[in-house]
């Protein structure tokens, strides 16, 4: 059985012990600031991103990262004799996946090694397919093995949210479904999800603290019945109504795992201050 690494990208987000814990490597997306560009997760962080935002006269863009960014990362692996299982943002929100594609191409004969698989996700809905590949590798799994299951784990997984504002994704034309809150009454919070990869609107509440509620719900509607659930907490500068909402869902779903994060930079630049919601999975 071939030996392999698991690449995936700074969006899922994956707190810096669990990455360690399973030797996992992420390749950074780009955050681009007028005329300065930082690696996503490496040159900046999310308390100097969103401190620098507030008084920012030039708004941020991103960008995936470069398919010679990509190579450079493959080719290590595969010099030091592994084989790469690459799981990445939605091909539908980023052209990360793309860049991986290319980088595949740019290796010749040695991206036969390389193996690529589209989340349809970001943040830990993506992370926990990682997860899930890192430990049934673990456990002794092939790389087709964890390929299989990754891809099969779209159904098992999502992320729901509330955004204080649609302003970042309409900007940043990450909007998708959502286009039809747009003109919405000021006070209302739109929840969103990841559906097929992209971002949908599923409602509207008209305060905050309810916008966590509902969030609870449509994640407890969705897990119902269902094993080992687990879930994670993903915040914008909001850590404490983060942390609010993870304690009661780990509560009331009996969650096998709960992880605490932050969305990096990147998804940050998308989803705006003030995002709170939960990504889950289940068996």
């Known amino acids: 059985m071939s030996k392999f690494a ?29 005329d300065e560009t930082f690696r996503d997760g490496v040159d900046i962080q999310p308390s100097e991103f969103y401190s620098r935002l507030k008084t920012a006269k030039v708004m941020p863009s991103t ?5 010679v960014a990509m190579q450079t990362v493959f080719q290590g692996l595969v010099d030091q ?12 929100l980023s052209g990360t996946l793309q860049s991986a594609i290319q980088a595949k191409d740019l290796m010749g004969g040695a991206g036969e090694k390389v193996r690529l698989v589209d989340s349809q996700a970001t943040a830990m809905a993506l ?4 997860l899930a590949a890192a430990r049934a590798k673990e456990a002794g799994a092939s790389l087709q093995e964890c390929a299989t299951l990754t891809e ?3 159904e098992r997984t999502g992320v729901y949210f509330a955004v204080d504002t649609l302003e970042f994704l309409h900007r940043g034309g990450r909007i998708g479904g959502a286009q039809r809150f747009i003109g919405s009454a000021l006070n209302l919070k739109p929840i969103l999800a990841l559906k097929d990869g992209k971002v949908e609107g599923v409602d509207r509440i008209r305060t905050r603290s309810k916008s966590h509620d509902r969030i609870l719900e449509l994640v407890s509607e969705k897990t119902k019945g269902k094993a080992n659930i687990r879930l994670a907490s993903i915040h914008a500068n909001a850590a404490e109504d983060a942390k609010k909402l993870l304690d009661r869902a780990a509560i ?12 990096s930079p990147v998804v940050g630049t998308h989803a705006g201050p003030g995002t709170v919601g939960l990504a889950y999975m289940f068996d």
């Open 252 to 263: 009331e779903l009996s969650a096998a795992e709960t992880i605490f994060t932050e969305v």
């Open 81 to 92: 004799g592994l084989d790469v299982l690459g799981i990445f943002i939605s091909s539908k």
């Open 127 to 130: 992370g926990f397919q990682v």
């Open 63 to 67: 960008s995936q990262p470069s398919p």
């Open 152 to 154: 099969k784990a779209h």
């Open 6 to 34: 698991i690449v995936t990208d700074s969006t899922s987000y994956i707190p810096a012990e669990v990455m360690g814990k399973y030797d996992l490597k992420a390749v950074p997306l780009a955050l681009i600031w007028g």
